[in-house]
């Protein structure tokens, strides 16, 4: 079973949606989030905080490797990258609003296919594709991940 939590940002404009795979860390180890409208503010510690195209996302890396050490992961090797690129606590989607722009954006999709089921999955397959590649260039880290 995967945790999926909502954490509004430390200025409160936005929401990002997080995903913990197989629920092995629990939602208090992210410490905050910060939006590209408040992470200008924050003192950035390489050590606690992942930064995702302008979003940053700080850890609780001792609650981490509390968790982690159960798995076999030594918590020298701990870091928000590994959190991150290995699924332990990441974006629910390729980037922190994605869940729900994710969403609407199928919702549209079969709108446009008119109920017929054949364009629907050929639209959306272009979609994909063409949607994750934005993304990678735009600098998201999950979507250069899956190309």
Known sequence: ?????????SCSADVASL?????????????????????DAVDFDQATMLRDNGWIIEYDLELAAQHLRRFGIDPQTLTPE?????????????????????SMELHALWAEAEGDRRKYFEDMKKWTIERTQRLAEAGWRKAQAAL
């Open 19 to 39: 995903f913990h795979t197989n629920s092995v860390l629990p939602e208090e180890v992210v410490v905050a989030v910060h939006c590209p409208s408040c992470s």
């Open 1 to 9: 079973m995967c945790l999926s939590i909502q954490r509004q940002c």
């Open 82 to 102: 590994r959190i991150f690129d290995e699924g332990y606590s990441t974006w629910k989607g390729l980037t922190p609003t994605d869940a729900y722009q994710k």
